[in-house]
């Protein structure tokens, strides 16, 4: 059922409701139940037929520029609660009514992808209310990559707000910090994490409006009582179980290369396990703060050297790049310590940067083709000044530099 649908099911229940009521009351308060039952019927039936002319859109819809738009500025300018309500397209309601907001594991996808177009946001209170008995039979939208961990949370459960939150920091995390991170959640030292570890350090990692969560007991049973998705995958229906070291290396492994295999096929539209250039370029460039006419100047260039039916991009090639951008500062950290003169770096330079970064090694042909898209000046030698609006700043709309991992040792910070 789409969302849609939800409301206009939700407006015939009132107008059903609101008939059966009517017939206990007398005269006087017949009008009034039959008013009430009509408008909410009307509402249900206008929202419905009239879907097409709004921003909201149905699952399965065809995904306007205007609605692309929109949620690119909802992820990049929002605060994480603000996104997690905005892309987030179901609430759990418990028996005695009170209603969670959750998000299906495709949710997670667009709301931390840009220009998404397989499950675009839908606002904030357009909601499909489900019941703990309803969600065992819930059929949702699912991840197309093969084996996909996902899919795995969404046979689960769904993803709860604490639990958006820690993936979001988790895929934000560079590879080199992923033991940190570990250690942040391992709580007693004993290497393995626990569920009520994982719920406390997950609570307080967790944006609330007014400033960082709070955590009591009261949290703690409400966190390990919930429908998570990820909590039932992690540590069991019962919370008896726990993560080691390994485990949740794995775990950021296997979500980093879903989210980069979805990215991917966004361009990949044919399925070839290739993409142009210039596709890549445009990835690249994707929600820059670059002028528009600087930023074609750019893709002209790429597009001159390598034409549409070049060699193209494989998928390890963008995953491995992919990679790159995502450890963010570690890239910008590995630049200035090889151009402490400022002169910039020349090819070989940046792709050993890069291989650094990644914990992969960087193909030539993918480094030259992003080493010709920032050599402005074609002299050879790429500066900070050209590579920052670039790739220091691809973090950004995907709410990575809000959920990222931070270190600080005197006066370098990480």
């Known amino acids: 059922m789409s969302r849609w649908q939800a409301v206009f099911k939700h407006g015939r229940a009132l107008s059903t409701r609101s008939t059966n009521k009517r017939a206990e009351q007398d005269n006087s308060g017949s009008m009034g139940a039959v008013v009430g039952g009509v408008s909410a019927a009307a509402l249900g039936y206008k929202l419905y037929s009239e879907k097409d002319k709004y921003l909201v859109q149905a699952k399965g819809a065809e995904v306007t520029q205007e609605?692309?738009?929109?949620?690119?500025?909802?992820?990049?300018?929002?605060?994480?609660?603000?996104?997690?309500?905005?892309?987030?397209?179901?609430?759990?309601?418990?028996?005695?009514?009170?209603?969670?907001?959750?998000?299906?594991?495709?949710?997670?996808?667009?709301?931390?992808?840009?220009?998404?177009?397989?499950?675009?946001?839908?606002?904030?209170?357009?909601y499909e209310e489900i019941s703990d008995e309803k969600l065992k039979t819930l059929r949702l939208d699912k991840s197309p990559v093969e084996g996909s961990i996902l899919n795995e949370i969404g046979k689960n459960g769904l993803i709860s707000y604490a639990d958006y939150c820690f993936l979001l920091s988790l895929l934000s995390t560079p590879i080199r910090f992923v033991d940190t991170a570990f250690n942040l959640f391992d709580l007693t030292g004993d290497e393995k994490i626990n569920a009520k570890e994982f719920a406390f350090v997950s609570t307080k990692m967790s944006h609330k409006l007014g400033g960082f969560g709070t955590y009591t007991d009261v949290d703690q049973s409400a966190i390990l009582a919930s429908n998570s998705g990820l909590l039932n995958y992690l540590f069991g229906k019962d919370r008896s179980k726990c993560i080691s070291r390994e485990e949740f290396r794995m775990l950021h492994t296997n979500l980093l290369d879903e989210i980069i295999q979805l990215e991917f096929n966004e361009y990949d539209k044919e399925k070839t396990g290739s993409i142009s250039e210039g596709d890549f370029c445009h990835f690249l460039l994707n929600k820059t703060k670059i002028p528009p006419s600087q930023k074609a100047k750019m893709l002209k260039k790429v597009d001159t050297i390598w034409p549409k039916k070049a060699r193209g991009i494989s998928f390890p090639?963008?995953?491995?790049?992919?990679?790159?951008?995502?450890?963010?500062?570690?890239?910008?950290?590995?630049?200035?310590f090889l151009d402490v003169e400022n002169i910039g770096v020349d090819l070989e330079e940046f792709r050993k940067v890069a291989s650094w970064v990644s914990h992969n090694e960087l193909s030539p042909h993918t480094a030259e083709v992003v080493f010709v898209l920032l050599d402005d000046a074609g002299e050879g030698r790429i500066h900070k000044e050209s590579v920052?609006?670039?790739?220091?700043?691809?973090?950004?709309?995907?709410?990575?530099?809000?959920?990222?991992?931070?270190?600080?040792?005197g006066q370098l910070k990480i």
Not at 81 to 102: E, H, P, R
Not at 324 to 331: F, K, Q
Not at 393 to 400: A, Y
């Open 67 to 126: 609605q692309k738009s929109f949620d690119n500025r909802m992820r990049q300018y929002n605060t994480p609660d603000m996104v997690f309500n905005y892309f987030a397209s179901l609430q759990m309601v418990d028996k005695t009514g009170i209603k969670t907001t959750m998000m299906s594991p495709l949710d997670f996808f667009g709301a931390i992808t840009p220009d998404c177009s397989i499950h675009p946001g839908a606002g904030s209170g357009v």
């Open 317 to 336: 090639s963008f995953k491995n790049f992919f990679l790159v951008l995502a450890s963010g500062t570690e890239l910008e950290r590995g630049l200035f």
């Open 388 to 409: 920052g609006p670039v790739l220091f700043d691809w973090r950004q709309p995907r709410g990575f530099d809000k959920s990222s991992i931070h270190v600080q040792l």
